[in-house]
């Protein structure tokens, strides 16, 4: 049982951070932060989950089926993340690239706190803990000092694909859709730091700070962390309806209003963008039917441009009903990956990709978010997020871009830059153009 306990908070922004940094004790976090982004389909503001009485870490054999015997089995509250090496369960393919970072394929806990911010509301539910303990921790919280280290360490970021071979790949991803084996794919290239030590969550507020999405992520498993930006929601469950919200468009943000206002309109009316965002929404309709009620998936903003504070993004919404016959976690399995970040068809394009890419992407295009207890769920892509594997000293972080018939591999390669701004930004300490 959980013990729920209601608080009024008067400065939601600062104790968001005091939640953040008190955090830090704790061998398991997630911290999810919307940054207030308006947004049709949100539950809460911000949410923090530590410290885990039960979980599941395992590699990707079998393991949607033993996430879904956790989840039944549990019926509470879950949070974790599906890597997007996932795919070897689903289908029979495989990943040895190489891999830096070493994150299991999938974890998944049971937090013992949760605390639950919407407006000035916070909910906070502990599990068989007594009130005492919640009160004592709210104390603890509300005097929380927000102190910096400002000792910087200089991190030599190297890039895994120079310039001369992403192109040369590029041209063979090209050469396939041509030959008709594929009509797009997501082509990803790796930055890196070796013998690095950073300060994850200053990292983190710091990357927060410059983007500010609606899916902004800390995660911590022991020595493993995730810091995200990302703008994009992979899958939602609210009741029956399940939504998808792919992202495939990308242009700059400028400081001169009509420069940026342009932007967003040629976004808008870039024909390449929209046949790459329209061929994803049809394929996101697709894997949304195999679970779907009959006649229920509908796509509710097609080519939609948002703005963010790094980029204009052009994304999609795509909805369902679920059929009462299929698991919550079926309709994760029946979805993965998402393919914003595979492409079309997506087993021909993930054999493809899975040779022509040189790092294994891990927990990178995959997926991060939960389960409530009674089975609804809300899982981000993982994109824009900075990746350390804090024993190894392994920092990493990986950009793509979709390829289709009508790329320039020049263009596709400075997509990629504008795409890595922020992280390499944030790592290197030095402000970027």
């Known amino acids: 049982m959980r013990t729920s306990i209601y608080k009024s908070i008067s400065d939601p922004k600062l104790f968001k951070q005091q939640l953040l940094f008190w955090s830090e004790q704790f061998r398991e976090i997630i911290y999810l932060d919307s940054n207030d982004y308006p947004q049709n389909y949100s539950s809460y503001d911000c949410v923090l989950a530590v410290d885990a009485f039960t979980s599941i870490k395992t590699d990707y054999h079998n393991a949607f089926e033993d996430l879904k015997q956790y989840q039944q089995n549990t019926k509470d509250w879950l949070f974790g993340y599906l890597s997007y090496d996932l795919k070897n369960d689903i289908e029979q393919l495989q990943s040895q690239n190489y891999d830096g970072l070493e994150f299991a394929d999938l974890f998944f806990f049971q937090p013992k706190k949760l605390f639950l911010l919407k407006g000035n509301q916070l909910e906070i539910q502990y599990l068989n803990m007594c009130d005492d303990e919640v009160e004592e921790d709210f104390e603890e919280i509300s005097v929380q000092r927000l102190v910096f280290n400002n000792q910087k360490s200089a991190i030599k970021i190297q890039q895994r694909i120079l310039k001369e071979n992403y192109i040369e790949k590029v041209s063979k991803v090209l050469e396939h859709i041509h030959q008709g084996n594929i009509y797009e794919a997501n082509f990803c290239m790796e930055f890196f730091a070796e013998n690095a030590v950073i300060n994850p969550i200053e990292k983190f507020i710091k990357l927060n700070e410059i983007s500010q999405p609606p899916f902004a992520v800390f995660f911590k498993n022991n020595k493993h962390f995730l810091l995200s930006a990302t703008p994009e929601r992979y899958l939602r469950k609210e009741g029956e309806f399940i939504i998808s919200q792919p992202i495939k468009g990308t242009s700059k943000r400028f400081l001169d209003a009509s420069q940026d206002e342009q932007s967003k309109m040629q976004l808008a009316f870039d024909l390449k963008e929209r046949a790459e965002n329209i061929m994803i929404t049809d394929l996101v309709r697709n894997d949304l039917s195999r679970t779907a009620q009959k006649g229920s998936v509908e796509v509710q903003e097609l080519c939609k441009i948002y703005s963010f504070l790094q980029v204009h993004q052009m994304i999609s919404t795509v909805t369902s009903k679920l059929d009462s016959q299929y698991s919550v976690v079926d309709v994760l399995k029946t979805t993965f990956p998402m393919g914003s970040m595979t492409g ?88 970027t153009n």
């Open 344 to 431: 079309a068809p997506k087993i021909s394009v993930m054999k493809i990709i899975e040779q022509l890419e040189e790092t294994k992407r891990g927990l990178y295009s995959g997926a991060m978010g939960y389960f409530k207890p009674n089975g609804d769920f809300d899982f981000n892509v993982v994109i824009r997020s900075i990746l350390y594997n804090q024993e190894k000293k392994y920092v990493s972080f990986s950009v793509g871009s979709a390829i289709t018939s009508q790329s320039i591999p020049e263009k596709e390669y400075e997509e990629c830059l504008l795409k890595a701004k922020a992280m390499r930004e944030v790592l290197s300490e030095i402000k």
